[in-house]
Structure formats: C-alpha cells, structure tokens
RNA sequence: GGCCUCGUAGUACAAUGGAUAGUACGCAAGUCUCCGGAACUUGAUAUCCCAGUUCGAUUCUGGGCGAGGCUACCA
C-alpha cells in the first residue's frame, strides 16, 4: 500500500479509537508538505476541528503525538501549523520500499481487473494524409489503451475508417480529370499524399467553375450547386452506392493507395489496431434498430415518413435518426457498431478518442444507446479533446495552414538528428543505430509536446517550442534515462552489502518519495483518462534526479552503503521513467 | 438566439475547497578538477471583473466582459 493510503488509515484509526469518530478513510486529506515546511506529509485537520469541536494546534498535537507513538515504524516525527499536521516519514520505510521495488519489473502495475475496455481513435477519412490534428488523437487513444492496460484491463484498440462518401469522389473525380493514369508508382509520391493532392485539385477546380458561374450571372449559391465537377462528384456518389463497377474499381484503387501511405505513417509513430472497421461496410448498419426503436417507442415517425428521436427531456432537441426516403443518416451507422462491436468484443467500456466539435454527437449516440438499452451502452465514454492550434490560430485546409503529419515528423527527427551530431556523444553508432536514435527522440519530443497537455483543453502548437529540447520535454527525459543508463553500466549492484535505512539526504529521499507516488499516478491518469498525468510526473520525477545526481556522487559515494542505496535509486527511477514514457508511446534510448 | 467549453506571469502549461498559486520557455545572474553540461542553482513577473457560499475559493454559485466549439433529412 502507498505511503498516502497508509497515512489516511493509521489516522483514521486513531481518530476512532481516540475520539470515536469514524470517518471514512477517503475523506482523509493527506498532502505532500510543502517544501517552507518541515516534514513529507501533511493531514489536513480542518474537516474534524468542526465534528471534534477541538482547536486545531490541540487537535494536530495529539493525533501527532499518538500518530508517532502508534506507528512509530512509519513516521519519525511531526509538528503542527495552524491546521496542518506534517508528519515526517521514517527513513526506513522509504529505504525498504526502494530495496523492494528496484528489482520489480512491474512496478506500478494493476493486476488484472478482468475487465475489457474498447478504445476507437484515429478513424480517419480517406481522401487526404494525416495532419497535425490526427496526431493528437493518434498519441492520446494509444496512451488511454496504454493506461488502461497498466491498470489490469484488457484493452481491445479499434479505428473506423471513413472511407466512403463525397469527400473520397471529389478526390476520384479530379484523378478522371487530371491524372493521365498518374500513380503513386509512376510519380514517386506516397499514396495518401497522392490522393490528397486530388482532393485539393478538386477544390481548386470547383473553385474555378464557381467563379465562371458567378461571372456568367449566377448567384453564389446557385454556383455552389451547378458547378460541373460537383455535379460529377454527387453523381459519383450515387454510383458508388449503386454499386456501379467503374466507380467500385476506382474507390478501391485510390483507396488502397491511401492505405499504403497510413500505413507507412502509423507504424513510424507507432498506432496500432486490434480491428478495423470501414464505413462502407458499416454504413448500412443500425436501420434494423430504427424499427426495434419504433416499437419501443424511443423513436417517433413523422407524417412524412422520417424517422426521429426527441432528447428534449434532456435538454437536447430532436434528431433525425432516419430520412424520409428510409436511408440512414450517419448516426444510425454508429448505433448499429455499436451492437456489432459488442457482439464481437463483449466490452465493458467503450472509450472513443474524438475531437470535441463533436461533444453534441456522442451526447445524443449515448442517450439513444441507453434508451434502447444496447449492451454496456453506459459504458460509452466519448474522450472528448480539444483541437490543435496554431500561433496563426486554428489549421484552415483552404488556407494552406494545415500541418501535415508526415512533414512535421520529418522535420522533428532531422532536427533531432542535427542537435545529436552537434553533441557529438554517438559517433561510434552504426547508421542504422542511429536512425532508430532519431526517430526515437524526435518522435518522443513531439509526442511529448502533444500529451503534456490535458486533453480536454485546445493546445497551441508553436513549432519552435516544440522543437525545443529543453525543460518539460520528452528528450530532457530521454536524457535523464540515458545518463542514469551509464552510471549501471559501469556500476554493479552489491547485493551482500545490508542497508540500515539510516541518514537519507534530502535530495536522495525527494526522489525516492516521487518514485513512491508512481502507482497512483498510473490510478489517476486511468480515473481521469489523461496521458498529462504521466507526462507532467516523468518530468517531475527526472527533474529531481538531476537535481540529486549534481550534488551527489555515486561511483564515489561516502561509503558502500551509500553508494548501494543510490545504485537502487538510479535503478528504480531509470525503470520508472522507462514504464512511464512507454505509457505514454515513447522510447527511451541507453545512449543519447 | 439556444446549448457547451475555456479565461492563471511576456508566452505555453500545472494546481482532488487548503499553507507564501507551481513548472517550462524566454529574460537576468551564477555552478564544473562534472560517474554524460541535452545538466544544476538563484532571481524578477500572474489567478479577466463584480458579488455570494466557506474557517479557507484559481477551484463551487450567480452576474458581467472576452475567446472558442456545437446548433444539416453532410459525414
């Protein structure tokens, strides 16, 4: 048990046996002490200075005097400010605990929960690359399966590709047009790039015809609707659903050229899928639930035959859950996946990672799962992010803002790679040695960058401070790691030397206290489903060690006691920051 | 218009209702006979405004002001 949660029990054993007052042991504040103040950890008495009637110093000093009597292996001493009762923690404990835990390659873990969680992230359309957004939810979906995984469940990660619908034909249409039987073989361009280059024609060219049409006198939005290649594309539309052969050919042609380009960029940042499922396959699905709908009388039929649902009772408006020609709109699909997936994976949690322009949407797809009574439908959860901004504001594909994925990557790891052989500290490395080098810091600084943040909150993206190294970075991590790495290199762990836990130094006992709180850091960030939690404690916990590894030797520590204890400390933080910047999907490397 | 987020140093981010509001970048000044200086130490600078609840409010409530998102028989 956790240093926190054994504080929180021994007072309010005493608070029952001292005063007969039980309280629950939750409702038990205990923080650390703040650094002013002398001790580790502090109870805050305010809450039973009120039920005990009793001034807070009376109070502080007797729950402290007792408290160090009682449990005088846990604390070595107390005293008391006002309401706060800090309590210093014995140096035994915190010796014994590192002595325990250096050797435990799980440390931090849960055991199994027995419990399945789903997480949907990605699911990108399929007619243009990933941008910086994508990466994003990329990062935050891997980390949240990541975490949950660390905390016992079974994790099952799934995407939906949304790879049908006017946005793939406007990028197939303008291929008709101007491609010349183009490929991305024949042009050298990878093919997610390729096709999306259409889809930027296709604007272009709508563009273009829009202007022609408004300067022969239509109104815009007359334009809007008879431009040529916009006709083309709806018609296109209609065709693919017909199942005209032609069409069918194309779409898979242009679609498996953007599979090979996603391909190639999920598995440089690492995103990987247990299942994936693709809207033109699940498109049609949900229509059989209108009807159950229907007699349940979830949903109401309006005189011109559509199909709707009335969330006014709580708080929403009505929605359309089926057109009056008795076609699907595009929630009906997501409820009809959602008994697919159940039926297939038998979740008992369902995490979807979505961009929160679409909070309105999840809220409504959860009330009507529940109201139908779907399987597990509370165990909906939409990880509703923020979006990415840029210093210039939001990303505007129209106005060419937009920052592509794959460029930013590559712009990360050549600098990566530039500040690597400025330092020149790997100039033995192999060239394949140190492409995996580059890729790992500078994949690690940008991911680090994206997940720092709460996910709930909008991020701004600066570029330059992203690419910067220093402070609350992932490489300053790396280097910790990689540093602390070299010390057991050339270091032995003495196993028949005994620790008397005895003398901690301040600095050496900050970091042992933070490697302490990593269990519940793992707990938190699962609760609050937030990568930010791990980012924020790894940099925390390589801070201090920096902090303790400047003034204090290890190879050459005071004595061979000491020098033993520091070898688990080094060995217990390098496994920490190891565990936790995996949960977050990024490497560390032994040398940097 | 309605609904939902969010306003913390120059900038970007922290802070389950608890002590003198933390961290990083930037800025200023330092540290080295250092096991890896991509490091460490020190300093200046902030809770949008007004009320309320509370022993105690960045946090909760109400009202302003400001920013963003959603509000398609599109996906």
């Known amino acids: 048990m956790d240093l926190v949660n054994q504080i929180r029990q021994a007072t309010q054993e005493l608070i029952y046996s001292k005063f007969q007052l039980r309280v629950d042991a939750r409702d038990i504040l205990v923080n650390e002490t703040k650094p002013e103040f002398e ?11 009120k039920i005990l009637k009793k001034n807070p110093e009376t109070l502080g000093n007797e729950l402290g005097q007792l408290l160090t009597e009682r449990y005088s292996h846990l604390f070595s001493g107390f005293n008391v400010i006002k309401g706060f009762l800090n309590l210093g923690i014995a140096d035994k404990v915190l010796v014994d605990f ?11 873990r849960k055991n199994k929960t027995g419990k399945k969680v789903m997480v949907e992230y990605s699911s990108p359309n399929t007619n243009k690359p990933l941008h910086l957004g994508h990466l994003r939810n990329n990062f935050l979906g891997w980390s949240v399966a990541s975490i949950y995984q660390a905390n016992g469940y079974e994790i099952v990660k799934t995407c939906i590709a949304n790879d049908r619908g006017i946005h793939i034909c406007k990028s197939m249409i303008a291929w008709q047009m101007f491609a010349n039987g183009a490929t991305p073989e024949s042009t050298g361009i990878k093919g997610d790039h390729f096709v999306g280059d259409y889809y930027v024609m296709f604007s272009n060219e709508y563009k273009k015809q829009m202007k022609d049409l408004v300067a022969e006198g239509m109104t815009e939005e007359e334009a809007e609707k008879e431009a040529p290649i916009m006709k083309a ?14 069409v069918i050919e194309l779409w898979k042609k242009m679609n498996g050229w953007v ?3 996603f391909d190639i960029t999920y598995k440089r940042i690492g995103s990987d899928f247990d299942k994936i499922y693709y809207e033109s396959q699940t498109y049609l699905l949900g229509k059989d639930l209108v009807e159950d709908g229907l007699r349940k009388n979830v949903f109401f039929k309006k005189e011109d035959g559509s199909v709707w649902i009335d969330l006014t009772s709580d708080g929403l408006d009505q929605k359309i859950v089926q057109r009056k020609d008795g076609t699907a709109v595009y929630i009906t699909q997501d409820i009809g996946l959602i008994v697919n997936k159940y039926d297939e994976f038998h979740c008992d949690q369902s995490i979807y990672v979505v961009g929160d322009e679409q909070n309105y949407h999840f809220k409504v797809l959860k009330l009507i799962a529940q ?3 779907l399987p597990s439908s509370d165990g909906i959860y939409h990880l509703s992010y923020g979006m990415v901004e840029l210093p210039s504001g939001r990303m505007k594909a129209r106005e060419g803002t937009v920052v592509d994925a794959d460029d930013l990557i590559d712009e990360m790891v050549r600098i990566a790679q530039t500040h690597t052989e400025e330092l020149g500290k790997v100039q033995d490395f192999t060239a394949s040695e140190l492409t995996e080098l580059y890729d790992t810091i500078g994949l690690g600084a940008l991911k680090f960058y994206l997940l720092r943040v709460d996910p709930k909150k909008k991020m701004l993206f600066n570029p330059e401070e992203s690419i910067d190294f220093h402070g609350f970075t992932g490489p300053f991590v790396q280097y910790t790691y990689a540093r602390i790495k070299s010390i057991l290199r050339k270091e032995e762990l003495d196993a028949n030397i005994q620790l008397s836990g005895k003398g901690l130094l301040p600095l050496e006992k900050g970091v042992i206290k933070l490697l302490a709180r990593y269990p519940a850091m793992i707990e938190q960030a699962c609760l609050e489903m937030n990568p930010s939690v ?13 902090s303790f590894y400047t003034e204090h030797s290890v190879s050459r520590a005071e004595s061979e006691e000491k020098k033993l204890l520091r070898l688990h400390l080094c060995t217990l933080t390098a496994r920490v920051l190891h565990s936790a910047m995996g949960i977050l999907g990024i490497k560390v490397p032994d040398r940097m």
Do not use: C, H, R
């Open 534 to 546: 791990i980012a924020n404690y790894a940099f925390s916990l390589a801070k201090s060690f920096n």
């Open 371 to 373: 109201k139908l009574a």
């Open 259 to 261: 599979y090979q380009g």
């Open 98 to 108: 590192l002595y325990e835990e250096s050797g435990n390659k799980d440390f931090g």
């Open 39 to 49: 001790g580790d950890y502090t109870v805050v008495l305010f809450s039973f200075v």
């Open 233 to 246: 594309a709806q018609k296109m539309l209609v065709d693919w659903e017909a199942g005209d052969p032609t």
